[in-house]
């Protein structure tokens, strides 16, 4: 396999390329935390300070990697979602980004609404 390059595209996008696949990345947060999003996935990112307790436990949902506008979902609480299922469509820096369920399970709340506008850590749903 070869090493993969990164291109830096702007606007916290980067374009990852390993000679096989190619793969647009968007990366937003701040010193302590940085969310990546990649194919519908997000992954949050934290880095400890010595002496620092983040006091954050874990996320039981589903977050949008960067600021953004909510124009599609697709779920609603009660329902059983499989894993890579599109939960959620946002739209920023004119992308449509497929917010999908990182694993199966069954969609407690909704904490989002059609036209909203999301920022990064924020729980759009939860999942039970």
């Not at 606007?11 to 390993?18: N, Q, T």
């Not at 701040?30 to 307790?53: H, L, M």
């Not at 609480?77 to 694993?103: N, Y």
């Not at 059609?114 to 850590?121: E, K, T």
């Amino acid at each position: 396999m070869a090493e993969p390059t990164v291109t830096h595209l702007g606007a916290g996008w980067y374009l990852v390329d390993d000679g096989h696949r190619r793969w647009r990345v968007a990366v937003a947060g701040n010193t302590d935390t940085q969310w990546v999003f990649v194919d519908g996935q997000v992954a949050t990112i934290e880095t400890p300070r010595p002496g620092r307790r983040s006091g954050r436990g874990t996320h039981a949902g589903v977050m949008s990697p960067m600021p953004a506008t909510v124009i599609a979902i697709n779920i609603e609480p009660g329902q059983a979602v499989s894993e890579g299922q599109t939960l959620l469509v946002l739209e920023a820096m004119k992308m449509e980004l497929p917010i999908r369920a990182p694993q199966a399970g069954v969609v407690k709340t909704v904490a989002c609404a059609m036209g909203d506008l999301v920022q990064p850590g924020v729980n759009l749903l939860e999942f039970e």
